[in-house]
């Protein structure tokens, strides 16, 4: 540590509020704990959880760092006690627990992964925390299978384009739903079989229509109580409706549960950030065998939509709020 510089920039957003909160500030580095390593950032990803953590509405957990950002890819530049697998100079992208917008971060080894063949810093920081929750949430908890039709709402965020990547890649019938034409016609290029715009089409007729009226197997959803008894209309027997966010709220009113017991329907979710470093090391060893070569062929890619620099955080999040972005925004640190 002793060739490190003492202090660094990093981005505040001081007790909360809008994108106008988050201003570049100074502080010391952080040290690696035994089982972490601490990476000069080269690239961030800008996240939904990031937005809420500046709005006061998402806290880190326990001793994790209080800076936002959960994605980051960069060098290694020091290593705690325990860790093996990586050494200064290694360059790496990681899922971390928190305090990615800033200059050097930590991250647990077993959360950190090696660039896929052929990417560079930008690309590999727009991978950690879209891909381990696509693969956590539509195989994991949704059990996804090859022949099986899923419905991605929001399928041009960063989330979404990931969803639909994984799920043509591993064998699966695709239908999304976004906002605009615009959006719509991204989704088919990014290999969605159908796009449904909702807001011209009611996306629980239209899935009807394109399943010939039997639903899908798997529904992967990020907006919440708005959705969710359309959801349940949209299922299959035996489907799995999978929610990861709340953007329209997390209180269902009034809602007809039947569909639940009739269908025979598994409702489950997930949040990435509560998660164990052990088991979040399980997803990242899945990723690696069996994602990161699809990467490094070039059949899945991560959509760059805008790149900011560190200091122009808030801009980013404004951006982001807006929704008006077909993948990942991202924030540059350094070359």
């Known amino acids: 540590m002793a060739t ?16 106008e909160v988050l201003v570049p500030a100074r502080g010391p580095l952080p040290q690696p704990k035994p089982d972490e390593v601490l990476v000069r950032v080269l690239a961030v990803g800008v996240n939904r959880p990031d937005v809420q953590q500046r709005k006061g509405l998402y806290p880190p957990p326990p001793g994790a760092s ?23 100079g290694d360059r790496v992208c990681a899922l971390a627990n928190g305090g990615a917008y800033a200059e ?16 560079d810093a930008l690309r590999a920081a727009a991978l950690p925390e879209t891909y381990f929750t696509v693969w ?5 908890h949704g059990r996804l299978a090859a022949g099986e039709t899923v419905l991605i709402h929001g399928g041009t965020s960063g989330i979404g384009v990931t969803a639909i990547q994984l799920a043509k890649a591993f064998g699966a019938r695709v239908l999304a739903t976004a906002g605009s ?3 719509c016609a991204a989704m088919l290029k990014l290999g969605a079989d159908a796009a449904i715009n909702y807001k011209e089409q009611d996306f629980t007729a239209e899935v009807k229509r394109l399943t010939d009226g039997r639903g899908v197997d798997v529904l992967l959803d990020m907006v919440g109580a708005d959705y969710f008894q359309r959801n349940l209309r949209c299922m ?57 070569p699809l990467l490094a062929r070039g059949e899945c890619a991560p959509a760059i939509h805008a ?21 990942k925004i991202m924030l540059t640190v350094a070359e």
């Open 66 to 88: 209080p800076i936002a950002g959960l994605e980051l890819a960069g060098e290694v530049v020091a290593v705690g006690a325990e860790v093996r697998r990586y050494k200064v």
């Open 307 to 327: 790149t900011f620099p560190l200091a122009k955080a808030g801009e980013a999040h404004a951006l982001m709020e807006s929704s008006a972005h077909i993948g």
């Open 136 to 140: 956590a949430n539509l195989f994991g």
């Open 236 to 292: 299959a027997k035996d489907g799995r409706l999978v929610i990861i966010a709340f953007l329209s709220g997390h209180e269902a009113e009034k809602v007809d549960l039947r569909p639940i017991m009739v269908k025979r329907l598994t409702v489950t979710g997930s949040t990435m950030r509560p998660r164990t470093t052990a088991e979040k090391g399980e997803i990242a060893r899945a990723l690696e065998e069996k994602v990161w």
């Open 104 to 119: 050097y971060c930590t991250a647990p080894e077993a959360q950190t992964l090696p660039w896929p063949a052929g990417f």
């Open 181 to 183: 034409a615009e959006k």
């Open 4 to 19: 490190l510089p003492a202090e660094m920039t990093y981005i505040d957003h001081g007790e909360g509020g809008g994108p």
